[in-house]
């Protein structure tokens, strides 16, 4: 009986182009995206949202899926790890050690709508 409670019971969801790069999200999740203009407890709208299911069935975007949005908050800035880049050229001398560090924003998504 439980397992039919769920079944009735769909999570909202969308999939959103953030940067460059495709996201699935839900409401109040929290996803690192790259780096985003605007300080802690701004508000940031979506536009640019590829799917979205939910109980009323799912619609799929050619290639959006027109007049929806996903508006979130952002929470904090951060740093990634760091990705040590080592070149070298066996006998000749050549070596080469360069680190980077890639900035992220941590966001929570409000509503997708």
Not at 10 to 28: L, P
Not at 76 to 88: L, P, R, T
């Amino acid at each position: 009986m439980l397992s039919l409670q769920l079944q009735k019971k769909k999570i909202m969801y969308a999939i959103v182009e953030i940067g460059g790069h495709q996201f699935k999200v839900a409401q109040n999740q929290e996803i690192f995206v790259l780096k985003l203009d605007g300080n802690a407890g701004d508000k940031v709208n979506f536009d640019k949202v590829l799917l979205i299911s939910g109980d009323a069935g799912t619609k799929v975007g050619a290639p959006t899926v027109s007049g929806s949005s996903v508006s979130a908050t952002i929470v904090e800035h951060q740093k990634g790890d760091k990705v040590i880049v080592f070149k070298k050229k066996r006998r000749k001398g050549y070596k080469v050690k360069n680190g980077f560090r890639a900035s992220f924003t941590k966001v929570k998504i409000d509503t997708i709508a």
